[in-house]
């Protein structure tokens, strides 16, 4: 196994009316989601094997998501909860094709830890986990055991925090789940604003960014922050560096491209042996704008998994921009 996932997996209910709020849209796509599902969803479609483990109700969404899921290619180790619907989280659209959620929270706060397999984190290359599966007593205590199991392992811990105020009655409960889930990390995806809401003191300024990363307690290998239609910066032990993202002319929505960003790194880090510390300066940067245009491309239709790229779609688009990066999927390709 090349990845194992862990954490929420739900339905998003995605507003197609962009500006409208979710008391006056009408129109609805209801798609697969949840932030480690989507990255799973991602390396599959990448070509790579990907497991994911989670609890979803036993009902018809349940079923659904373990359906578009096992449609990708990923290995789905699903518990089905006869007491809990299936988590569903409501997206509104700005005009941009910003987002603002809200959750009917569900069986996603129930992972019980003999979900975790040892034998399953030991034969991965990389756990992926997020922050909300921290959220609840006993999903906080699955995760960790299976970071635990990854630990001693050996096995590379990739964590992907995300800032949902509809889920925490108390933004300061919130901020200390993210901010364990980060100090497991050996490689740490994180968006611009979940930078600052974990470090309110910092700038928002790219030159603030490594002083942010250890006031949050990342001492890990690879630290990622995505900076929307901006691009992404990075930082790698001493080395920092910026890439631009592709410019699309048309932003459908773009739930899912952080995930597609942070699938599409782990795919071609995994393609180095996730040595990091070896990777030329010039590959490490090709390997972010590589993510870059994962996630741009995931923005140009409506629900993450559809939208998430193929290793064909991300070489074209970076041909099209005129940075033909090579492939860096799951075939072993060098990038």
Not at 3 to 24: M, N
Not at 192 to 213: G, I, K, Q
């Amino acid at each position: 196994m090349d990845v194992l996932c862990i954490g929420e997996a739900l339905i998003d209910f995605v507003s197609r009316e962009r500006g409208k709020t979710l008391i006056s849209a009408a129109q609805y796509t209801a798609a697969t989601g949840g932030a480690p599902a989507n990255v799973a969803a991602g390396l599959a479609k990448l070509g790579r094997d990907a497991r994911m483990v989670a609890t979803v109700g036993d009902d018809t969404f349940g079923r659904k998501i373990a359906h578009d899921l096992a449609e990708v290619g990923v290995d789905c180790a699903f518990r089905y909860d006869a007491e809990h619907f299936t988590t569903l989280a409501f997206v509104k659209q700005g005009t941009g094709g910003d987002r603002d959620f809200e959750f009917a929270s569900g069986a996603h706060d129930y992972l019980l830890p003999e979900q975790v397999q040892a034998g399953d984190v030991q034969s991965a290359q990389v756990l992926h986990f997020g922050s909300i599966s921290f959220r609840s007593a006993v999903s906080r205590e699955t995760t960790l055991k299976a970071i635990h199991l990854a630990r001693e392992a050996g096995v590379v811990c990739s964590c992907d925090p995300n800032w949902r105020a509809d889920l925490w009655e108390d933004a300061n409960a919130g901020r200390s789940a993210m901010l364990e889930a980060v100090g497991h990390a050996d490689i740490l995806k994180i968006s611009d604003a979940d930078l600052v809401f974990l470090c309110p003191e910092c700038a928002e300024e790219e030159e603030d960014f490594s002083e942010a990363l250890g006031k949050i307690g990342f001492q890990g290998r690879l630290a990622a922050v995505t900076l929307g239609p901006a691009g992404a910066w990075y930082r790698a032990g001493d080395r920092m560096g910026k890439v631009s993202a592709p410019r699309i002319l048309v932003v459908v929505e773009t739930t899912g491209s952080g995930d597609a960003f942070a699938a599409t790194l782990l795919d071609s880090l995994m393609t180095h042996g996730l040595d990091i510390a070896s990777i030329p300066d010039d590959t490490l940067r090709t390997l972010v704008q590589r993510a870059c245009a994962a996630g741009a491309l995931t923005a140009t239709g409506y629900g993450a998994i559809p939208s998430l790229p193929t290793p064909e779609d991300i070489d074209a688009m970076l041909r099209m921009v005129g940075t033909n990066e090579g492939s860096g999927g799951g075939n072993g390709d060098d990038v």
